[in-house]
């Protein structure tokens, strides 16, 4: 559930407010010099290897540079008005 004055909430209604999402499966992006990405709001981790406490899928912007968990989809998108495509 989102929150009057969530904590998660900063300036991302600058960058992805009306963005366009899809669900994917976190890759590594060729020859991305790091290996994680981070939720867009709670900061939660992506990873492409196995491991059960990180998440390997989520709604990702089409150059996939802003990544956004399921639970902060459900609490934002209303918000946000995201297009979801898939
Ligand atoms: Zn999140």
Request: hydrophobic residues 35%; aromatic residues 18%; glycine residues 4%.
């Amino acid at each position: 559930m989102r929150e009057k004055n969530d904590w998660r909430l900063t300036n991302q209604l600058a960058y992805l407010k009306g963005a366009v999402l899809s669900w994917r499966r976190y890759s590594l992006r060729p020859g991305g010099s790091w290996e994680h990405d981070h939720c867009a709001f709670c900061w939660a981790k992506f990873r492409a290897e196995e491991d059960p406490r990180i998440l390997r899928e989520g709604y990702a912007t089409p150059d996939e540079y802003h990544w956004v968990c399921k639970t902060c989809f459900e609490d934002f998108k209303e918000l946000f008005e995201w297009k979801v495509v898939a």
